[in-house]
């Protein structure tokens, strides 16, 4: 994940860092492979062991079949196994390769279908300038020659820290392969021998073969009455010329007629979005509609297909105007590519595949590829689907579901080497719900996870095949992380895991420097609040590290039924954090430590057993040091799995009297701040929906369920508003589409003497969907309701309202006399990734402000909100044992206007010791100021700012 600004969060991360200063790399020299040095040591593998494509019932259907470089004939060297970060065997499938190193060295692949297209994944060095180095390699079918294929390590070879740069000299080398794909010109039959060969060393001097994936394709005729972007629009399909200004044309024009977009056979260039609503937008095929393009000087625009943009959601950024006033709605792409040309990661820049807000609307059979994140939803947006697709070489992640995503899901997806989490749900300030990533077939994922939901409720994830984890990150993660993940963000509700298998996931974190599980929990943010996770039928085999890992922050409700945990490389269960977790039928064998569980928290782990459990219990887990893992125990053979019920499982049914929107799903078009739409389904009058101000009409949309007989609805404002008409209609449907009115437009006065709640009764019938459009608030700019409720019946009268609270104003509330800083507006000089300023005023000492590397001097400013007397800051680190003892050399200075600031306290040397709670205190005499500010110069722990608490006091 990277900066949510923008559109990528980024990977798990944590100042200790020694593990980074532990690698070394010995770059490329002009005629040589670059020598790679590794963290740790490790037992190595004797065999790399499963494919994911093995495991039957589980994963994607793909259109390919797979083959392994190692597995078949070949004359050059194989590499690996070994999954020690940083070498090129632990990018590769399976950690094994072939490399080829000599003119007439080849990898040799024997056809068991008929083909007449491959896609194969390889690596070359970097150059010494970063910017890699271009070569050909020889595709030839039973010895002669196909075509010389073009390779390149351009979208390869990062290095230093997050978010990585291609500088050569820096440290940390990592994500060294990528893929390329050809048609062959005819169909090969089966048992053909498809050679990649090497026809010269003078381009590079080493060509490493993962694997090849063999299809058999054609491409889609052209449908009849669709607007052609070639023919009608005159767009390029030789992308000689940028395409972008007339694939928009045609997008629009197709809207406005009702009409689908084709896109023939070609590769189209495109230097910016094209933004799409209502429309479908449809090509040849992934092999030849191929999108494509950067703009040349403006490197923050590139290729992508994106919906309009919803105001306050996800997306803070710069809007254009095209690009405002989302979700779009209605959006099908499908059966095109596109390729892009994205060398370097910047969070800033919107340079993803897929983006915007897209509701009711379905991506189909779609190739994304070297393009920064392949889908980046920004909501809230609601019923989105990836199916059927192919995600490969992303810098960072593979899709993430960011911001008030629901009912949405990726099904029978392809995805391999994203550089950070495959498959991504983030619910930033805005629930995500009822999301789903079902049958998808995960590869190697360079950095952090494979499958991960950062908060969310009523979230499932089943029926996946993950395998080769690098690190920072684990097979599936569920977590309470990230900015904006707590409280109705956080983790909620029913979370069903089920039917996956999870190969050699887990990895050793180079921050941590330990460990991290192929399952792993996170309530970093806040503790979790009593969901249910269901984990069941689920393989975690011959996972790198621990199958079972608990970390900062309190978790509950997790149950494991039915787990096969075979092979680990220490633990079965690594427990670094409380929580409670119930056991039935989960089987470990083929467990590296003897002792099968670390845990140094002891009792505050809980554990409740049912039967069939073997392999994984001790009543004296272990507390030490972090042992070497040791790989490859796991099984070589796939082992029997559960397949996914033919019927769906049963549900809880949706309420049959009463308010029958309580907890129900629920859309809106717009949502201002963290004001969402399920705040109005909640049960609590005293939270609220909001829309985007100025920019009526507005909508708030409520699932029942099913058909339920309605006749009146109850609109709800927090009982201590002042009065306001808004106004307002009622519409309803039994298919989401479709909508009829039930109350026409009226002005519904919303009055503190009647508990500011309005009954509408509506023409008695069956309905699914309940709408409420709101054009007019006389209150506030916007659409505001916290409470939508429907009913059915007789009834005729409203329910009782509350008390009106009183007519005179409630007291204020007094100055505050702890910590004088808690939750105030702060500011700094800068951040590193997400570790923003606000992270040091939030109560929570495990988040933290981090400023930029190598950058002193820094500072944080919090404004007190008026002038305090005040004598003492406390300043905090997170109080991990993790964070090691290191000196801050600071100073805090005071302003009574924000503009002029005097020295407070003069700089010295603060130790922040973990014996002591990483905790120091600065004293001085007594001052009235409105700011104070904190200003760094030098940490001798890490090259920045760092403090999880800014706390300031009186006395």
């Known amino acids: 994940m990277a900066n949510h600004t923008t559109?990528?969060?980024?990977?798990?991360?944590?100042?200790?860092?020694?593990?980074?200063?532990?690698?070394?790399?010995?770059?490329?020299?002009?005629?040589?492979?670059?020598?790679?040095?590794?963290?740790?040591?490790?037992?190595?593998?004797?065999?790399?062991?499963?494919?994911?494509?093995?495991?039957?019932?589980?994963?994607?259907?793909?259109?390919?079949?797979?083959?392994?470089?190692?597995?078949?004939?070949?004359?050059?060297?194989?590499?690996?196994?070994?999954?020690?970060?940083?070498?090129?065997?632990?990018?590769?499938?399976?950690?094994?390769?072939?490399?080829?190193?000599?003119?007439?060295?080849?990898?040799?692949?024997?056809?068991?279908?008929?083909?007449?297209?491959?896609?194969?994944?390889?690596?070359?060095?970097?150059?010494?300038?970063?910017?890699?180095?271009?070569?050909?390699?020889?595709?030839?079918?039973?010895?002669?020659?196909?075509?010389?294929?073009?390779?390149?390590?351009?979208?390869?070879?990062?290095?230093?820290?997050?978010?990585?740069?291609?500088n050569p000299g820096d440290t940390n080398p990592h994500h060294f392969y990528d893929e390329t794909r050809a048609l062959f010109g005819s169909t090969q039959p089966a048992g053909t021998k498809i050679r990649l060969q090497v026809s010269s060393t003078a381009q590079s001097p080493t060509f490493t073969i993962d694997l090849a994936d063999f299809e058999l394709v054609a491409p889609i005729a052209k449908p009849s009455g669709v607007i052609d972007v070639v023919t009608d629009f005159g767009a390029d399909p030789s992308g000689a010329t940028d395409s972008t200004a007339k694939f928009q044309a045609a997008v629009d024009a197709a809207k406005a007629q009702g009409r689908a977009v084709w896109i023939p056979t070609g590769t189209f260039t495109l230097w910016d979005h094209v933004v799409v609503d209502g429309v479908t937008l449809r090509g040849a095929g992934p092999w030849y509609s191929v999108l494509g393009g950067r703009h040349p000087t403006e490197r923050n625009r590139s290729v992508g297909i994106y919906g309009k943009y919803v105001p306050g959601g996800g997306y803070t950024g710069p809007v254009r105007a095209h690009e405002a006033n989302g979700p779009s709605r209605n959006v099908t792409l499908r059966d095109f590519a596109i390729i892009g040309d994205i060398r370097e990661r910047v969070d800033d820049d919107q340079v993803n595949a897929l983006g915007g807000a897209m509701t009711n609307s379905v991506v189909d059979n779609l190739w994304l590829e070297?393009?920064?994140?392949?889908?980046?939803?920004?909501?809230?947006?609601?019923?989105?689907?990836?199916?059927?697709?192919?995600?490969?070489?992303?810098?960072?992640?593979?899709?993430?579901?960011?911001?008030?995503?629901?009912?949405?899901?990726?099904?029978?997806?392809?995805?391999?080497?994203?550089?950070?989490?495959?498959?991504?749900?983030?619910?930033?300030?805005?629930?995500?719900?009822?999301?789903?990533?079902?049958?998808?077939?995960?590869?190697?994922?360079?950095?952090?996870?494979?499958?991960?939901?950062?908060?969310?409720?009523?979230?499932?994830?089943?029926?996946?095949?993950?395998?080769?984890?690098?690190?920072?990150?684990?097979?599936?993660?569920?977590?309470?992380?990230?900015?904006?993940?707590?409280?109705?963000?956080?983790?909620?509700?029913?979370?069903?895991?089920?039917?996956?298998?999870?190969?050699?996931?887990?990895?050793?974190?180079?921050?941590?420097?330990?460990?991290?599980?192929?399952?792993?929990?996170s309530a970093l943010n806040e503790a979790f609040q009593n969901p249910t996770i269901n984990i069941t039928d689920t393989d975690i085999l011959d996972s790198s590290y621990a199958a079972l890992h608990w970390i900062e922050g309190q978790t509950n409700g997790i149950n494991l039924n039915n787990v096969r945990i075979d092979g680990a490389g220490t633990y079965a269960l690594q427990v670094q954090a409380n929580s409670q977790v119930s056991f039935t039928n989960v089987r470990a064998t083929n467990i590296a430590q003897s002792n099968p569980i670390h845990n140094c928290v002891g009792a505050g782990f809980q554990i409740t057993q049912g039967s069939g459990n073997s392999g994984w219990y001790t009543p004296t887990p272990y507390c030490g040091p972090w042992p070497n893992p040791q790989w490859g125990g796991g099984p070589t053979s796939p082992p029997p799995t559960t397949p996914p019920p033919t019927t769906p499982p049963p549900t809880t049914p949706p309420p049959t009297s009463g308010n029958l929107a309580l907890n129900r799903s629920t859309t809106a078009t717009s949502t201002n701040q963290n004001y969402a739409a399920g705040n109005a389904v909640d049960g609590n009058p005293a939270t609220y929906w909001e829309s985007a101000n100025n920019a009526f009409p507005q909508s708030i949309t409520v699932d029942l369920g099913a058909s339920r007989s309605v006749d009146r609805v109850v609109l709800k404002l927090p009982s201590g508003w002042e009065q306001r008409t808004q106004t307002l209609s009622v519409l309803g449907s039994t298919d989401g589409s479709s909508y009829a009115t039930l109350a026409s437009s009226a002005g519904r006065v919303f009055a503190p003497g009647s508990g500011n709640a309005v009954s509408i009764g509506l023409p008695s019938g069956d309905r699914r969907y309940i709408r409420v459009t709101v054009t007019g608030n006389t209150g506030w700019p916007a659409a505001q309701l916290s409470e939508v409720e429907v009913y059915g019946g007789t009834q005729t009268t409203p329910p009782p309202t509350t008390t009106p609270p009183p007519t005179t104003p409630p007291p204020t509330t007094p100055p505050p006399s702890g910590n004088l800083a808690a939750g105030r507006s702060i500011t700094e000089t800068s951040h590193s990734d997400v570790y923003v300023a606000a992270n040091a005023v939030d109560g929570n000492a495990n988040t933290y402000w981090e400023s930029a590397n190598n950058a002193f001097p820094q500072s944080l400013t919090v404004d007190l909100g008026a002038e305090r007397s005040v004598s003492r800051v406390v300043l905090k680190l997170p109080p991990s044992s993790a964070w090691q003892t290191r000196t801050q050399t600071l100073s805090v200075l005071g302003s009574t206007n924000g503009t002029t600031f005097t020295t407070v306290k003069a700089s010295a040397g603060y130790t922040f010791n973990p014996g002591s709670g990483n905790t120091a205190t600065v004293t001085f005499t007594a001052t009235n100021q409105r700011y104070l500010r904190l200003t760094v110069t030098g940490n001798s722990g890490w090259p920045a700012g760092q403090l999880s608490e800014f706390e300031v006091y009186s006395s």
């Open 7 to 166: 559109g990528t969060a980024h990977h798990l991360r944590h100042p200790t860092r020694a593990g980074l200063a532990a690698i070394a790399a010995t770059l490329l020299a002009a005629t040589s492979v670059t020598a790679l040095a590794v963290t740790g040591t490790a037992t190595p593998a004797s065999a790399a062991g499963l494919s994911p494509f093995d495991i039957p019932n589980r994963g994607a259907t793909v259109p390919f079949i797979e083959h392994e470089a190692e597995k078949v004939a070949h004359n050059g060297t194989k590499i690996g196994p070994d999954r020690r970060y940083g070498t090129l065997p632990s990018e590769a499938s399976g950690r094994e390769a072939v490399t080829l190193d000599a003119v007439g060295e080849y990898v040799e692949f024997t056809l068991t279908a008929p083909a007449n297209a491959v896609t194969f994944r390889y690596s070359l060095p970097d150059n010494s300038a970063g910017t890699g180095r271009d070569a050909t390699i020889d595709l030839r079918a039973n010895g002669n020659l196909l075509k010389s294929v073009p390779v390149t390590s351009k979208y390869g070879w990062y290095y230093g820290g997050y978010p990585f740069n291609n």
């Open 370 to 521: 070297n393009t920064k994140v392949g889908a980046w939803m920004d909501g809230p947006m609601d019923n989105f689907t990836i199916r059927n697709s192919r995600i490969l070489d992303q810098t960072a992640d593979g899709v993430n579901f960011h911001t008030g995503v629901t009912n949405s899901t990726v099904t029978n997806t392809f995805v391999r080497n994203t550089g950070d989490d495959a498959l991504a749900m983030w619910a930033q300030s805005v629930p995500n719900v009822n999301n789903s990533f079902t049958h998808n077939t995960i590869g190697v994922t360079l950095l952090a996870n494979h499958l991960v939901s950062y908060g969310g409720r009523d979230i499932k994830i089943t029926d996946n095949v993950t395998a080769d984890s690098l690190t920072n990150g684990g097979g599936i993660h569920v977590a309470n992380r990230y900015p904006g993940v707590q409280g109705a963000t956080g983790v909620q509700g029913t979370w069903t895991i089920a039917r996956n298998t999870l190969i050699r996931n887990g990895n050793s974190d180079y921050n941590w420097n330990f460990g991290v599980g192929a399952i792993w929990f």
